[in-house]
């Protein structure tokens, strides 16, 4: 039963429950960024290549078509997907970094603490003490 418990106390700690409320929103947010990509950028840059964006790759060995039309054995470098899935990521990377530096922004600046008091008498009150002693014994 200990282990149990011991399993339930970490898993609603609050660092756990906002990494995976984090993890669950980053998911749903990547969806977005695909569709986005995928339905608005990749067609405007297909244009200039003339075709769909995700279908441009590099035949490195041509395949052949069976009956149906399928092709087999084709070797070539997707470039296009590998792009497309780029674009993603920097668009990810920067709404992320964005959001940080909001997050930052929004933080109070904490002003340092002030030096702590010094242990025992100021250097002053040495210097005066040495000159009482020295004047004492003329």
Do not use: H
């Not at 660092?15 to 749903?28: E, H, R």
């Not at 695909?34 to 441009?56: E, H, M, N, Q, Y």
């Amino acid at each position: 039963m200990g282990m149990v418990k011991e399993f339930k106390e970490f898993a609603m700690k609050g660092n756990l429950i906002d990494i995976a409320v984090g993890f669950v929103m980053g998911a749903a947010f990547k969806q977005v960024v695909t569709s986005f990509t995928g339905g608005i950028v990749s067609p405007l840059i297909g244009l200039i290549f003339k075709a769909d964006f995700r279908d441009l790759k590099y035949v490195i060995t041509e395949g052949v078509a069976d009956a149906s039309g399928k092709v087999t054995g084709e070797v070539a470098i997707l470039y296009g997907d590998f792009i497309t899935n780029l674009i993603d990521f920097i668009i990810v990377a920067f709404v992320m970094f964005m959001i940080v530096k909001g997050v930052n922004a929004t933080k109070k600046k904490e002003e340092p603490a002030p030096p702590p008091p010094p242990k025992g008498p100021s250097q002053e009150e040495l210097l005066a003490e040495i000159r009482d002693l020295l004047a004492q014994k003329k």
